[in-house]
Structure formats: structure tokens, C-alpha cells
């Protein structure tokens, strides 16, 4: 049966998240044949709402309002609802980003529904869309589906695949005025951090430094890696408790759980906690001194030397590799 | 000042899952309290140390949370409530849970709710944004940092490694998120005084709730572990050779 799903685009820095894109695959299966509306949230959204249509939109909903420049649940939250009243759809489609995590269990509360979050396969028989998602950070995985009422899903980042982009596809882009009252969280600065490169949980490729970094220098040649490949640094649990980098970069059952195509572990010998927040990853490569070292146990490539001595020549191999492919 | 945290008993982060007759299998399995939720008991006995009133540890579960409730109170909570569900539920989720939460504390004068951001089990992160929506009050997800002075509320929220400087009010829902604090081991003492401190036992009965009130939105169709990996390849060689074999295997990636 043909539904209307409603799926929520993420604007960062005035551009669209890529989870945005996959958000609309995702609606696409559920509704089945039926109308899949982009909603666009914030002050300024300007003409983003072309690349929803492009990306397989059928229509875009934009709320715009100056009280929305900021994410906050009680914001959004009304501009949602509001949206959600008034389109009355049969599935909803947020991404399992920061955003996404604090405002959808709002929205399912209110509309007093179940939601299935951090989805990274959707299946259709028979019209019914049933949900895997990791459990036990990745250890294991469960099939969902939602018993009666609005199919509400989250999914995780870099997981469903987009559709191809068709810049030639048009469509209605819709302006929604609401009015947003009562916001009873005031968000008074944004100091930004680790974001300045590629986001962790959106990187294609991830080169992650455990205690064998042995320093914060230690990270630099990590990190060069990781530029030339377009990718971004993350760290195990080791390298954080030892001061080596922020918090923010931490990949294990606690901190992020990442599925990058191509996951480079440096130093890092791969407890349990950390595998359980990167093995999923389609490729893993593994650098280490330590031949016994369990994260060999995961690793489809294993290199056994100092990261110190391998990282930096990876380097360079890659950076000339790609001066050759572009010359 | 009324302060309660949510808590959950989880898996040890150190075990191993194996599946038996389509569930998680817990047999010989350690359980502890959920991680990111013993940040919020150590905030929440800092916040009363620093400002007063009492702490109460809250789960919902059976028998065995006992023992995790009770490690709590020896970390330095004034008491727990089990909200025994074993008997009555077979089959619940996250609106279940935070159906339950919420009508236990809807007529609690409540001024801080703490919980973890998300459990390392389940994995979905909804119980404090739901249970906060119930009780009508606001919330803020993955605090590294939390202030209070009189009514006003000073936090740091992590975004996706970013910081938000948010000013709020009480009464607030929070969760936890790594970075928030260090928990403190429970000391002899603690644990001594823990056994005499209270635990109340509850039913659904107990809440005026009946098992359709709390039914599950979602099913769980099927439980399976992620397929074996193939051995992966330990490449050989100089390291020279390796690194040029290696960037070969992985153009195509990058």
C-alpha cells in the first residue's frame, strides 16, 4: 500500500547533511509507490530544497522562522508537529544524527507512537517495511517493525544508500509560516571543535589512533593520512583516557559507533569496547607493532610494523596515486 | 532539591553475545549499570552534595537490578525504586518503559532527571526525551556539563563533538554523556551504609497501570549476529612493499 512519508533534511553550515539524501531512500521504501515530502528547517534555508527534489523528492515543505537558526527540541518540535498535522503521513524518516536523536523520541511521545531508532536496513514484503538495527553497539542486530499506526524510523548515517542525483528533476517547494512560542532552552554560544574536518559519523574513510599514538603529536600523521583520503581522525577509549585527543573522537560501545567504508586502526589493539563501535565497517585495515594484537582478529588487511614508520609512506603512496589518477 | 536518575542494568562491556532459541543469551553473562548512566548517579550525588535534598535512583526491570540498585545507593544515592515489570510484560519497548517512568513520576515533586544518553544495549536513546515529554518539562540530550544557581540552569550540550552553551530551567530533564564526570568507585563504607538505605519494590498494580496502558508500539521480529568475517590478510614483506600493496588493494575505496 502506497504511503505519504514525511522525511526530515539536516541542514549544517548552510549546506544539506548527506544523511538528508538517504533519509529520502529510506522514505522512498516505506512509501512504496507513495508521495515522499522533504521538510527543511531553519532561518535561512534559501534554495536547498532543489537538492531534496533532486535527490528524489517529490516535494519540499520549507518552515522557516528566526527562532529556528538553532536546533532546539522545543523549536523544532512545534515546526514538526505543525507539519506533521497538517500533511498527516503514514511513515516519518529523521536521521540518527545528534539532531535527530533528541527530537525524535519528542515527536513519538506527542504523537504517542512507537519509533524505531538507528536503522541501517529497510526490507518491504508485502508492504510491510521491517527495520534491522544494531544492538549491543554492533555485537548483535534485531529486525523491528512497528505494530500499527506511523512508521517513525531514524537512520544511522552512511548505512541506506542515497539515489542517484538527478539534476534535471524539479518539483513544488512549499513555504510553511508557523509560529514558534515558549523555547524553555536558550542556546547561548557554539564553540566548535572536532567538526572542523569531515564528521565522524559521515566519514567514508576513518584513521583512528589508539595508546601506540603515544602523544597528542602523535595524531598529526594520523591526521595528514586522513586528509589525503578525505576522511576524518577518531581514537579508541585508550588514547582519550590518556589526554592524547578530545572525547569527541572516541569510537567503542561507549562514545561513537562508526560504518565507514574504510575504517585504518593505528596503534590500537582492539578490545572488545572498541570493536564493538567499528567492526562493521566495510573494510578495516590495521596497523600495529603488535602482531598478537586482537584488532588483526578484525581486520581484512594487516600491516605488523611501527605506525610511525607506515602511516607517513601510506601517505605519501596515496598522495601520489592521486596526482597520478587526476594528471 | 527532588532529584532523580533513571538507570538501566546492562550487559557487562566486556562480554561476548551469543544467541540461544532467538534471544540474547545471559546465561554466566556479568551485568552492570548501564555506563553513560553511572555518570548520571555521580552527577546527581554531586549536585546534592553541592545544593542538597535527595537522590533517588529509579529502574525499571526485575528481581536482578536489585543488586545494580544497590550499587548505586553504595555510590552514594538515598534511595531506589524497582519497578518490578517481570511478571507482567513479555513484550515491551520504549514506549513502554517510558509510560511506566513517567506515570511513577507524574506526581512526584520532581527538579532534576537524570539518565545516560543511551543504553549499550538497546541502543536507541529515547527513555529521557519521551519520559521528559510525559511530565511536560524540558530536557537537554548529552551534557558534558551541568550548572545550577537558583532556578537557572547553565549546560554544555556535545554535538557530534561540537559544544552548545545552553541556559534552561528547573525543573529539566538530562542526559549523560561521557566527559560529564568521573564515577566514583563505591567505597567500603558506602556499601555498608547501602544495605540499610531504602529500596522500594513496585508492580504496574502499584502505578494504577494495566498491562494495555504500556503495550508495545514495536515488535522484534528476529535476533542474529552480524555474519563471521573471513580471515583478513596479514600482508609480508619490506615495509615499503607492504604499504605499495596495501594503497593498491585500497584505490578502489579511496
Partial sequence: MAKKVLVLGELRDGSLRNVSFEAIAAGKQIANGGEVVAVLVGDNIGSLGKEMLQYGADRVLNVENEKLKH????????????????????????GHTALGKDLSPKIASKLNIGLISDVTAIEVKEGEAVFTRPIFSGKAFEKKKIIEGIVFITIRPNNIESLSKDEN??????????????????????????????????????????????????????????????????????????????????????????????????????????????????????????????????????????????????????????????? | MNIFVIMKRTFDTEERISISGGKINEDGAEFIINPYDEYAIEEAIQVRDEHGGEVTVLTVGGEDAEKQLRTALAMGADKAVLINIEDDIEECDQYTISTIIGEYLKDKEVDLILAGNVAIDGGSGQIGPRVADILGISYVTTITKLEIMGEKVLLTRDVEGDSEIIETSLPLLVTAQQGLNDPRYPSLPGIMKARKKPLEELELDDLDLEEEDVEAKTETIEIFLPPAKDAGRILEGEIEAQVKELAGLLNKLV
Fill in chain 1, 71 to 94: 536546533y532546539t527540541s522545543d523549536g523544532y518540535s512545534q515546526a514538526l508537529l505543525s507539519v506533521i498535522e497538517q500533511e498527516n503521513p503514514k511513515g516519518i524518516v529523521f
Fill in chain 1, 169 to 327: 528533476k524539479t518539483g513544488e517547494i512549499q513555504s510553511v509560516s508557523i509560529e514558534i512560542k515558549d523555547l524553555r532552552t536558550i542556546i547561548k554560544e557554539v564553540v566548535k571543535k572536532a567538526s572542523e574536518g569531515v564528521d565522524l559519523s559521515e566519514a567514508k574513510v576513518i584513521v583512528a589512533g589508539g595508546r601506540g599514538v603515544k602523544s597528542a603529536e602523535g595524531f598529526e600523521p594520523l591526521q595528514e593520512l586522513a586528509d589525503v583520503l578525505g576522511g576524518a581522525v577518531g581514537a579508541s577509549r585508550g588514547a582519550c583516557d590518556a589526554d592524547y585527543c578530545d572525547y569527541s573522537l572516541q569510537i567503542g560501545q561507549t562514545g561513537k559507533v562508526v560504518t565507514p567504508d574504510l575504517y585504518i586502526a593505528c596503534g590500537i589493539s582492539g578490545a572488545i569496547q572498541h570493536l564493538a563501535g567499528m567492526s562493521n565497517s566495510k573494510v578495516i585495515v590495521a596497523i600495529n607493532k603488535d602482531p598478537e594484537a586482537n584488532i588483526f582478529n578484525v581486520a581484512d588487511y594487516g600491516i605488523v610494523g611501527d605506525l610511525f614508520e607506515v602511516v607517513p609512506l601510506l601517505t605519501e603512496e596515496f598522495r601520489r596515486m592521486k596526482v597520478g589518477s587526476s594528471s
